[in-house]
């Protein structure tokens, strides 16, 4: 008996599929910056015991690389999330040397002293992903707010669970 070979677009198709779910799927927003030509998908929150984990992806459909920045930490904090029912505001976790859980931690040049976050060179039509880690709000929040530096508000995000 002889083995079956595949064809072509059977195998693009296990493919799509395999990359999908290594890559996550459809963002569950976008919005557009103040960067020219770049925009911000939030792909995931997730929430894990005390730990909310966000995950985004920052795009620059333009023809020339733009440079990002999230102030994390310091003085300027402008990426944090917000439950929106009680009014609390979460910032992004830090270790014991007050380091931000979060893609990067250095310090950045938005002439704010002591500002610290991530700086990400994003080329032209491509996209990089970032993450942050935060406390989680308690498990009857369903959905939050996040804000991220030049952008506004992604309002109603909904919370996945683990």
């Known amino acids: 008996?002889?083995?079956?070979?595949?064809?072509?677009?059977?195998?693009?198709?296990?493919?799509?599929?395999?990359?999908?779910?290594?890559?996550?799927?459809?963002?569950?927003?976008?919005?557009?910056?103040?960067?020219?030509?770049?925009?911000i998908d939030v792909m995931s929150v997730t929430r894990k015991g005390s730990v909310l984990t966000v995950k985004w992806a920052v795009r620059n459909d333009g023809d020339s690389a733009r440079t990002v920045q999230f102030v994390t930490y310091?003085?300027?904090?402008?990426?944090?999330?917000?439950?929106?029912?009680?009014?609390?505001?979460?910032?992004?976790?830090?270790?014991?040397?007050?380091n931000s859980l979060a893609s990067q931690h250095m310090l950045l040049t938005y002439g704010i002293p002591d500002s610290f976050g991530i700086r990400q060179a994003i080329?032209?039509?491509s996209s990089k992903?970032?993450?942050a880690k935060f406390p989680a709000p308690p498990i009857e929040v369903r959905q939050i707010?996040?804000?991220?530096?030049?952008t506004e508000p992604f309002e109603d995000i909904h919370i996945a669970d683990k």
């Open 1 to 39: 008996m002889r083995a079956q070979i595949h064809r072509p677009a059977s195998l693009a198709i296990a493919l799509l599929l395999l990359v999908s779910a290594a890559f996550g799927s459809e963002p569950l927003a976008t919005v557009a910056t103040n960067w020219d030509d770049v925009s």
């Open 123 to 125: 080329p032209p039509g």
């Open 74 to 98: 310091g003085g300027g904090v402008r990426t944090y999330v917000v439950d929106e029912e009680s009014g609390t505001k979460y910032y992004v976790l830090t270790d014991r040397e007050g």
């Open 145 to 150: 707010s996040l804000y991220f530096d030049e």
């Open 129 to 131: 992903r970032l993450w």
